[in-house]
């Protein structure tokens, strides 16, 4: 058990600070405590980035990818190292959190290269004696706020395009899960990333949270997490005009198309479903199947899922590990309970194991008045309903205040463009359960979010327009 500071220009230090206890959701083990900071030590970081930004931005922008390709290449070498802390403290498979790291530093990779192509423009002018340029210059300092279900992930996906482009940024890691973060941050210290440019604070969150917000300097909020606190963070960002990126919730919809290569669609559906135990924003949590082959769905599905193995993540073989804390628990096994309840069929699963760990659970003869259909399920709940056309199943996938991710599954390409068209979300598989990767956009509609990370549209967040009238 090692406990860790915070780390604000250059510096680690716990700041004599009460410590919050980093427990494994598979063991409740403390793997770790890290200080309880607040409003003193958001501040202090907002200083310490602001100092940091003047030459950070006056670097070339080879010269900043340069250093984040180090920190890339440090990560990599200890990415076994990262992926074991990850599963200690979040608890999903080791296989998983190997994969994330990966997803993560793909980021890394991704914006050392997408910054050298942050390009200006020229336009005519309307008289012989003018030119007039656009240019695009750093935002400044960026607060990046994150959850606990992707701890390295959602922390690159934000900093590496704040840093290609000159930005500096304090973070706010989940309390839940801040040792990856405070790992990755070792590392780029190593990498020779100038002190400043990285700050990372742990403790109460809404303090410093409030902290950022109404500092002028930070110009820049970006957030991942739940709706709730995204809109609280998007109020409290007017205050100062900040730029705002938001990822939240999601509830997505998976439509079967009576078409569907099965087995496609159940790999598909599994893979989206069960991936860290269903605690993402993307996990396919409503699913839709044609009612002419809904019993043939519902066979293969539960053939696949009853072979899931559930246990510490640290073990090998392990599927699905602990969901992050009793809350978790406590609220699917309410969905559950309220569908069973409501006239639902159990088809797998259905209970708690012991301590944090849920059996992978199916049900069906769901309706869409059910909680499991309306609240984001954030656990390994697969609930299906049947649909008989079209129209309905994207009647029924759209109404949602969510519009993050959904997926379709049909052999007929034409329809399935046509579905992708009419869904209303930022995100479609089309026979993919797993759309995420670093090069494309990635952001939802409606209450899911506002902007994009990933892909060249993630580094414009990060960002000012500067437009230049030149008089000869
Ligand atoms: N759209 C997306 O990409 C993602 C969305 N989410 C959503 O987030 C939720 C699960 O993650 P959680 O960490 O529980 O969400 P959460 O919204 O409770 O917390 C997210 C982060 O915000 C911090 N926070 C909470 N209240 C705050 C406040 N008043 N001021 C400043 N910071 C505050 C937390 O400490 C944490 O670091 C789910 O609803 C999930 O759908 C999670 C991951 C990705
Ligand atoms: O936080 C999440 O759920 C992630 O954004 C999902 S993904 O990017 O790993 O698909």
Redesign the pocket.
Known sequence: MKDYGVFINGEWSDFGLDKIEVTNPATNEVVATVPKGGAAEAAKAADAAYEAFTDWAARSVYERAELIWKWHRLIDDNKEELAKIMTEEQGKPFKEALGEMTYANGFLSWFAEEGKRVYGETIPASVSNKRLFVTKQPVGVVAV??????PAA?ITRKVAPALAVGCTVVI????LTPITALKMAELAEEAGIPKGVINVVTGK??E???TWLQDARVRKLT???????GK??MRGSADTVKKISL????HAPAIVLEDADLNKAVDGIISSKFRNAGQT?VCSNRIFVHEAIQDAFIEKLVAKVKELKVGNGLEDGVDIGPLIDQNAVDKVQKQIDEALNSGAKLEAGGKAIDGLFLEPTVLSNIDDSMLCMKE?T?GPLAPIASFKTDEEAIQRANDSIFG?AAYVFTENITKGIQFTEALEFGIVGLNDGLPSVPQAP?G?FKQ??LGREGGHQGIEEFLEVKYISLGL
């Open positions: 706020i994150t959850p606990w279900n992707f959602m706010k890691p989940a309390n969150s809404p410093i949270g409030e957030f991942t997490g739940s709706t709730e606190v609280t963070l990822e939240l919730g999601g924003c984001e954030f993050l990635f939802g899911s979010g």
